[in-house]
T-cell receptor, first 116, second 114 residues
Framework: GAVVSQHPSRVICKSGTSVKIECRSLDFQATTMFWYRQFPKQSLMLMAT?????????EQGVEKDKFLINHASLTLSTLTVTSAHPEDSSFYIC????????????FGPGTRLTVL | AQTVTQSQPEMSVQEAETVTLSCTYDTSESDYYLFWYKQPPSRQMILVIRQEAYKQQNATENRFSVNFQKAAKSFSLKISDSQLGDAAMYFC???????????FGAGTILRVKS
């Protein structure tokens, strides 16, 4: 149980285009999901907290208009990178909280974004 | 604000040997949770072990155990009988008792030699 999926696993896009990444909790309802960014051999950097039915809360320094987050249902949150540029290339990871597991975060497998 | 420090960027261990990864943290709270996560080359984050601060007993999960020193704010991970599959990046993380955000350390790359 407590499986989180991400789609796509890899995406390559041209500079200036927008890319959407989906995060789904497959076997539980997640009222809260998180989006992280990770550079090679570095730690996870929290970008935003996504709550179902409300606006996401962004961490300081994260551009809200660049990284659009929508938590449309209890099992789906999406991250859209708008007008992507090469500096947005990174590994993006989502996680979801299962209240049944005492707020433990379950992580998705990540999405590698490459912007050409 | 809470901080988590992992002072060992890289560690190596011989297969079947024991290795200890260090983690210290800073908090003014008395109740919280501490975690060790493993991130193998696949980059899937895997929970290794969890420790509740109010528990004095150190958590253990098979070959993985922790040395939790609350007064010293230290939370080290011991891996016994190291296996090749243990090679990964390990992250120490902190969470407030009633919070849901994780604060991660910088990570330690563990290499296992055969």
């Amino acid at each position: 149980g407590a499986v989180v999926s991400q789609h796509p696993s890899r995406v390559i896009c041209k500079s200036g285009t927008s890319v959407k990444i989906e995060c789904r909790s497959l076997d539980f309802q997640a009222t809260t999901m998180f989006w992280y960014r990770q550079f090679p051999k570095q730690s996870l950097m929290l970008m935003a907290t996504s709550n179902e039915g409300s606006k996401a809360t962004y961490e300081q320094g994260v551009e809200k208009d660049k990284f659009l987050i929508n938590h449309a249902s209890l099992t789906l949150s999406t991250l859209t990178v708008t007008s992507a540029h090469p500096e947005d290339s990174s590994f993006y990871i989502c996680s979801a909280i299962s209240w049944r597991s005492y707020n433990e975060q379950f992580f998705g497998p990540g999405t590698r974004l490459t912007v050409l | 604000a809470q901080t988590v420090t992992q002072s060992q960027p890289e560690m190596s261990v011989q297969e079947a040997e024991t290795v200890t990864l260090s983690c210290t943290y800073d908090t003014s709270e008395s109740d919280y949770y501490l975690f060790w996560y493993k991130q193998p080359p696949s980059r899937q984050m895997i929970l290794v072990i969890r420790q509740e601060a109010y528990k004095q007993q150190n958590a253990t999960e098979n070959r993985f155990s922790v040395n939790f020193q609350k007064a010293a704010k230290s939370f080290s991970l011991k891996i016994s009988d190291s296996q090749l599959g243990d090679a990964a990046m390990y992250f120490c993380a902190y969470r407030r008792e009633y919070g849901n955000k994780l604060v991660f350390g910088a990570g330690t790359i563990l290499r296992v030699k055969s």
